[in-house]
């Protein structure tokens, strides 16, 4: 069914998570189960929460399934992989404990995050054509999956983006000045190319790839010659409801014509796009779906202040995302228990080490300001 491969991303996105927040650490020894018979048990202490071992074996398990069947490894080698990355395993489940402490503690944040999760639950549903959460339950059931364990991995992957968006990035978005960030549109202009699209789309389903291809080269073809209303070929050949009733410009929310930046775009769509002027009709573009042919509406590199901010944003924010984790952890208790003090400790020390350093860099540089603005002493010595 449609759904397995839409929640599917809800584990990948947890997962990929993890890959960005993995710190640059040396391997520790893996944690070994020596006790076979033992089902559940304490891990860490981050405040009032307690990761369980129950859960480090969820992670681990769906870690591996990216492993085996997105990387191509074998089991022995996911086995491998996982047990050398095991302690970041661990930290970035702190990591994530903290953020979803802190997000209860930001007004309304919670319900916003269920409402999201719902949101979510619900497209999946629509897409697979089921009526109601039972329905969607039970065939997810049958599936393997269960609705409570998705929702669950939502919720948590949701909270942890909506607290860094919240306490990070949003203050770095509305934190630049008028004039930052014009010095960072007029060093780096070539960024801020923009267009607005419109697409026609021919699926694949059910034809094969070469009559796609040759009809889609037609329309391509058709859609060039003078006096064509591309409006009109989209209306009656393209096979996306989303662009169709638009007559094929890509759009906001609103419905305005949305604005692309170039940078943003896949590498197939860019260099396809990249010599064609407003008004002009790219060849056709092959995805995973079908084929679709491009209108470039217009295009522009005017100072866009959502742009600028937002790129200025992305650039600071994976720095001030690893600062805000650090500031959340010295602030926390965070106590191993003690089959995984050996894990986890070196971790938490090298916490502390940076934060020592810091502290005298910081020290030292009060210390060199105030040097330089001292009064030169007299020397007794020397007649006045």
Do not use: C
């Amino acid at each position: 069914m449609h759904f397995k491969n839409n929640f599917s991303r809800a584990r990948a996105l947890v997962l990929a998570a993890f890959a960005l927040t993995v710190l640059a650490v040396a391997p520790a020894r893996a944690q070994e189960t020596t006790e076979p018979t033992v089902l559940d048990e304490p891990v860490v202490q981050v405040n009032n929460d307690v990761i369980m071992l129950s859960q480090l074996r969820h992670e681990n398990a769906d870690f591996k399934e990216v492993l085996t069947k997105q990387r191509g490894m074998t089991p022995e080698q996911a086995d491998a992989e996982i047990a050398k990355r095991q302690p970041e395993i661990i930290f970035n489940l702190i990591n994530e404990s903290l953020l979803v402490q802190k997000g209860k503690d930001i007004p309304r944040m919670t319900e916003d995050v269920e409402a999201q999760v719902n949101r979510e639950v619900l497209r999946v549903a629509q897409q697979s054509n089921i009526k109601t959460i039972e329905e969607l339950r039970e065939a997810m059931r049958q599936e393997g999956m269960n609705l409570s364990d998705v929702q669950e991995t939502l919720r948590r992957q949701y909270m942890k983006q909506a607290v860094l968006q919240h306490e990070v990035d949003a203050k770095i978005y509305f934190g630049l000045t008028d004039k930052e960030l014009h010095d960072y549109y007029n060093a780096h202009r070539d960024k801020f190319m923009s267009v607005t699209l419109s697409e026609l789309f021919l699926s694949l389903a059910g034809r094969t790839e070469a009559d796609v291809k040759a009809r889609a080269e037609q329309l391509a073809a058709q859609a060039r010659a003078a006096g064509t209303d591309f409006g009109a070929l989209v209306e009656k050949n393209s096979e996306s409801d989303d662009t169709k009733k638009n007559k094929g410009l890509l759009t906001d929310e609103d419905g305005k014509a949305r604005w692309f930046l170039v940078s943003d775009l896949s590498p197939a769509i860019a260099e396809a796009i990249k010599d064609v002027k407003p008004g002009g009709i790219t060849a056709p573009v092959k995805t995973d779906e079908g084929y679709m042919i491009l209108r470039v509406n217009d295009r522009d590199d005017a100072f866009k202040e959502n742009f600028v901010r937002g790129m200025m944003t992305a650039e600071q924010s994976e720095k001030a995302h690893d600062d805000y984790m650090k500031s959340l952890r010295k602030d926390a208790y965070i106590k191993p228990a003690d089959n995984y003090r050996e894990v986890v400790q070196p971790l938490l020390d090298k916490d502390k080490e940076a934060d020592k350093t810091a502290a005298a860099d910081s020290k030292q540089e009060t210390a060199t300001k105030s040097n330089a603005f001292a009064p030169a002493k007299k020397d007794k010595n020397k007649k006045q």
